[in-house]
Structures are given as structure tokens and as C-alpha cells.
């Protein structure tokens, strides 16, 4: 998707509030970089990071949960920030609640993502053991070919889901020079004392 000077690829997380949008983020960029809180509205602007999987960089961008209809100037300026990110994005991780089941709002969100005409992850979240695995039957009914039931806590089913990213979106990072290579040497000679 790019050549080896093209910038990383832009991932934008988009979803519901508090399906773990946040959460995965962090689990992504490897620190917790965007804040983590169980009440609703927390993201509100953009948060940028990159990160790395196998030789590949990635540009990750978490967004505010997205409240269809509501006209209120608090979800109506998160929406307007969330579309910022879907149009820069060439990937979107749209992230839903495993325990909730398909909302109504998923499927609100999803038609508005999929106008954008960009490559969709759909992440189905909060599936906490591999027991829990075949609760992700009824999001196929949304239509999305790529779909994978993690645990953004506990870090559950993360490598399926960036080894496809690595196989069909990367860019690879540039090559890190070694140490040696970098360093000037000097030696220091003369006669003792």
C-alpha cells in the first residue's frame, strides 16, 4: 500500500462509547497514552501515536465514542473529530462491545464509516478467554469480511488481527542503523604516565 519512503499508515479506532476503544490503543502503542475511564465522554479530541508490528510501522489514532443523532455540542464535536480521522485513515478499526451484542448504534456508525470508502477491521472486543470466542457469530450479519474477537485488556487475539494488518497494509519501517555503524572511533595512544 505504499512505497518504502510513504509515511506509515493511519489507523483510525472509531465505535460506540466505551467499547474499549481507548483500551486497545494502549495496548497497541504499548503505554497508556489515551485515558481510560468508564464513564461515558472521556476522548474527546484526536489522540495520535505510532507503533510498531514485526518490521512494520503503523500511525494509530483513537477517537471519542460516537453517539448517532445527538445533537448536543459535546457528541456533536467528538463526531466532527471522528470524521477528521476517518478521512485521513486507510484502515478503520471500528471496535464493538462483545457483551452487548450488535447495538443499534453500531449499525448507525458503521453505514457512516462505510461511506468513507475505507478499509474496515471489524474488532469485536471484550472477549475475555477463548471460551468467549463464539460470541462474535452475530456481527457477521454487519457485513464485514475481517473480523476478530480480542481482548484489548488482556491482550486476547491481538496477533491475528496485526498479522493481517502486516500482510495487507503495511509499510516497512526503515532500516535501523547500528550502533556501530554510527559511532566515531577514537583511539587514544602515547607513551605511559
Known amino acids: 500500500m505504499g512505497s518504502e519512503n510513504s509515511a506509515p499508515p493511519l489507523i483510525a479506532i472509531v465505535g460506540r462509547p466505551n467499547v474499549g476503544?481507548?483500551?486497545l490503543f494502549n495496548r497497541l502503542v504499548g503505554r497508556r497514552r489515551a485515558i481510560v475511564e468508564p464513564a461515558c465522554g472521556v476522548t474527546r479530541d484526536r489522540v495520535y501515536e505510532s507503533f510498531f508490528s514485526g518490521r512494520h510501522a503503523f500511525r494509530l489514532?483513537?477517537?471519542?465514542?460516537?453517539?448517532?443523532?445527538?445533537?448536543?455540542?459535546?457528541?456533536?464535536?467528538i463526531r466532527a473529530q471522528a470524521d477528521k480521522a476517518i478521512a485521513e485513515a486507510q484502515v478503520i478499526f471500528f471496535v464493538v462491545d462483545a457483551k452487548c451484542g450488535v447495538h443499534p448504534d453500531?449499525?448507525?456508525?458503521?453505514?457512516?464509516?462505510?461511506?468513507?470508502?475505507?478499509?474496515?477491521?471489524?474488532?469485536?472486543?471484550?472477549?475475555?478467554?477463548?471460551?468467549?470466542?463464539?460470541?462474535?457469530?452475530?456481527?457477521?450479519?454487519?457485513?464485514?469480511?475481517?473480523?476478530?474477537?480480542?481482548?484489548?485488556?488482556?491482550?486476547l487475539n491481538i496477533e491475528a488481527m496485526l498479522s493481517l494488518l502486516e500482510k495487507e497494509v503495511a509499510v516497512p519501517a526503515p532500516p535501523v542503523v547500528p550502533r556501530e555503524a554510527s559511532l566515531c572511533r577514537i583511539a587514544i595512544v602515547g607513551r605511559p604516565n
Open 21 to 23: 476503544k481507548s483500551t
Open 106 to 155: 453500531d449499525v448507525e456508525i458503521l453505514a457512516a464509516v462505510r461511506r468513507a470508502g475505507k478499509r474496515i477491521f471489524l474488532i469485536v472486543n471484550k472477549v475475555d478467554s477463548p471460551a468467549q470466542e463464539t460470541m462474535h457469530a452475530e456481527f457477521h450479519a454487519l457485513g464485514i469480511s475481517d473480523v476478530f474477537c480480542i481482548s484489548a485488556e488482556h491482550g
Open 61 to 77: 489514532v483513537d477517537t471519542g465514542g460516537l453517539i448517532p443523532g445527538s445533537r448536543e455540542k459535546i457528541p456533536a464535536a
